[in-house]
């Protein structure tokens, strides 16, 4: 990597898919995230991913939060969501760019998120502590609505 520059991290929408609640996020390397046909390509792809197993434990509340991020090497989607109320379950996927139909899991041989992707877990993490883990009700309307947008 050649030096340090910001990106910006931008709130999407809430989406449903399969029953799920989904908030997405963008991440871009030059400008906005403004790769439409590759982002309606991960959405044809939803439905799919959301049944991915981990080995551990896939109880979940069917609420999830995915991550779209045009970078050097390509454009990488994450999908995440919490399994066991505490644990997080995460896919990565790599497209080339041009190739906008072709996901490629990179996730599962030690890859983990960039320090853009994992701005937005963190804010993630606080928000579900907050809002499910420390809530006496669940404040799933709550977590949905708490976003965040930032450049760093």
Known sequence: MKGYKTR????????SS????IKVYTIS???VFNHETFYKNVLKKLPEWL??????????DKIAFL???????????????WV??????????????GQTNTFKKVSGAGLSPCVWELEIINH?????TNNILK??????TKYLNEVINIEL
């Not at 910006?8 to 989406?15: D, G, L, R, S, V």
């Not at 993630?124 to 579900?128: D, G």
């Open 29 to 31: 390397k030059i400008g």
């Open 135 to 140: 809530s006496n009700s669940l404040g799933y």
């Open 67 to 81: 991550i779209v991020h045009s970078g050097t090497e390509g454009i990488f989607t994450l999908i995440n969501w």
């Open 8 to 15: 910006k991290i931008q709130f999407k929408e809430i989406i």
């Open 51 to 60: 049944t991915l197993k981990n080995g551990f434990d896939d109880s979940n």
């Open 84 to 97: 066991g109320k505490n644990m997080l379950n995460t896919h990565i996927f790599l497209t080339n760019h």
């Open 18 to 21: 399969e029953n799920w609640k």
């Open 124 to 128: 993630e993490r606080i928000s579900w």
